[in-house]
T-cell receptor, first 116, second 117 residues
Framework: GEDVEQSLFLSVREGDSSVINCTYTDSSSTYLYWYKQEPGAGLQLLTY?????DMKQDQRLTVLLNKKDKHLSLRIADTQTGDSAIYFC????????????????FGKGTKLSVIP | NAGVTQTPKFQVLKTGQSMTLQCAQD?????MYWYRQDPGMGLRLIYYSASEGTTDKGEVPNGYNVSRLNKREFSLRLESAAPSQTSVYFC????????????????FGPGTRLTVT
């Protein structure tokens, strides 16, 4: 079945760039996502990328996709203490069916700690 | 819009007790989901409902039942709670989306923290 792997912890200094990595196994993945979970809260979608794209930039966030190696990364520029959270990589293997329903496969999450 | 709401926020149960976790969304979404989150395990799908009137098992359905009461509400029931069901439970919903945002974005509730002793 599908599997999504992430390292569990990352620690960076405020102002540095953070890079969170993810690998996935499902070759039919259509959409790949990064979700953010702040302490005591639910998950919130940060950004997403279609599998036919190599890169997507959104303000301080850059997503890179290497489809050949099935490797996804999230770069956060100028990391702030407010970026401290758990970041989940997720993938969806199904194309849009019109039913609006699908299953996401999540990684275990990377806990980002930002040192002031 | 409140988005996705869950009640209760916290619950402590004794082994063998039953309870129902409530979830409601006000975004007119067709699909709803229940996940559990355990340390070092990420999120695992328990059950989902593609549309009103349908429910399907996810990765870890044993020990749970669900009801899609109407388009807004999707409840999760533990008939006989076990310590292994100590977890944080998240409800989520999704719909078709637009050309700007994909149809697969799931919106999450704040979670219910359940402890079974």
């Amino acid at each position: 079945g599908e599997d999504v792997e992430q390292s569990l912890f990352l620690s960076v200094r405020e102002g540095d760039s953070s890079v969170i990595n993810c690998t996935y196994t499902d070759s039919s993945s259509t959409y790949l996502y990064w979700y953010k979970q702040e302490p005591g809260a639910g998950l919130q979608l940060l950004t997403y990328i279609f599998s036919n794209m190599d890169m997507k930039q959104d303000q301080r966030l850059t997503v890179l996709l290497n489809k050949k190696d099935k490797h996804l990364s999230l770069r956060i520029a100028d990391t702030q203490t407010g970026d401290s959270a758990i970041y989940f990589c997720a993938e969806s293997p199904y194309a849009y069916s019109g039913a609006g329903s699908y299953q996401l496969t999540f990684g275990k999450g990377t806990k980002l700690s930002v040192i002031p | 819009n409140a988005g996705v709401t869950q009640t209760p926020k916290f619950q402590v149960l004794k082994t063998g007790q039953s309870m129902t976790l409530q979830c409601a969304q006000d975004m007119n979404h067709n699909s709803m989901y229940w996940y559990r989150q355990d340390p070092g395990m990420g999120l695992r799908l328990i059950y989902y409902s593609a549309s009103e009137g349908t429910t399907d098992k996810g990765e870890v359905p044993n020990g749970y039942n669900v009801s899609r009461l109407n388009k807004r509400e999707f409840s999760l029931r533990l008939e006989s709670a076990a310590p292994s069901q100590t977890s944080v439970y998240f409800c989520a919903s999704s719909d078709r989306g637009t050309s700007v945002r994909p149809s697969y974005e799931q919106y999450f509730g704040p979670g219910t923290r359940l402890t079974v002793t």
